[in-house]
C-alpha cells in the first residue's frame, strides 16, 4: 500500500511540475508578445500615428487617463492618443514591470516616460494594462495610466 501511495504521490509531483512548466512557458510567451506590442505602441508615438495607436486596442477596449473620462472604443482611444501627440508627446518609454496570464487574458504592471521635441522629459508614471486575446493576438482591452510627478499648483 505504501508502494502505491508513493508512487501516486511521485506521478501527482510529476503532473504538477508539467503543468506548472506549461504554465510558466505561456506566461513568458505572453510577456514576450505583450512587451512586441509595446514596442509596435512606442513606434506608432514616434511616428505620430494615433490611428496605429488606436489598432493595438481591443475592439471593446477603454482607456483611462489621468484628468479624463473614458474613453470606449478605437474612436474615442484614437481621440485620447491624438491628443497626447498633440500636446507634444513625441517618444513614450514603456517598461514592462510583471505580467500574470489568466488564459487568454493577462494583466501588466509597467511604468512610462513620456518625452517631447529634442527627448525632454514631460511626464513619468506607471500604467496597468489589461490585455485579450482577440483574434490570435495580444491587445490592450483596459488602459489606465497615471503621473508619478506631484500635481501643479
Known amino acids: 500500500m505504501r508502494r502505491i501511495s508513493g508512487a501516486v504521490r511521485l506521478v501527482g509531483g510529476v503532473a504538477l511540475a508539467v503543468l506548472a512548466g506549461t504554465a510558466l512557458a505561456a506566461a513568458q510567451d505572453a510577456r514576450a508578445a505583450i ?3 509595446n514596442k509596435e505602441f512606442m513606434a506608432a508615438v514616434i511616428r505620430g500615428d494615433a490611428a496605429g495607436l488606436a489598432a493595438l486596442y ?3 477596449a477603454q482607456a483611462l487617463p489621468q484628468g479624463g473620462d473614458f474613453a470606449k472604443g478605437p474612436a474615442a482611444i484614437r481621440a485620447v492618443m491624438q491628443g497626447a501627440l498633440d500636446a507634444g508627446i513625441k517618444q513614450l518609454v514603456l517598461t514592462t514591470l510583471e505580467v500574470e496570464t489568466h488564459g487568454d487574458t493577462a494583466h501588466e504592471v509597467g511604468a512610462f516616460t513620456a518625452k517631447g521635441k529634442d ?3 514631460l511626464d513619468q508614471g506607471k500604467y496597468v494594462v489589461v490585455w485579450k486575446k482577440e483574434g490570435g ?3 490592450l482591452h483596459r488602459d ?3 503621473s508619478s510627478q506631484p500635481p501643479k499648483q
Do not use: D, S, Y
Request: proline share 0%; no cysteine; net charge positive.
Open 35 to 37: 512587451e512586441a506590442v
Open 58 to 60: 481591443t475592439t471593446t
Open 119 to 121: 527627448g525632454a522629459v
Open 137 to 139: 493576438r495580444w491587445k
Open 144 to 146: 489606465i495610466w497615471n
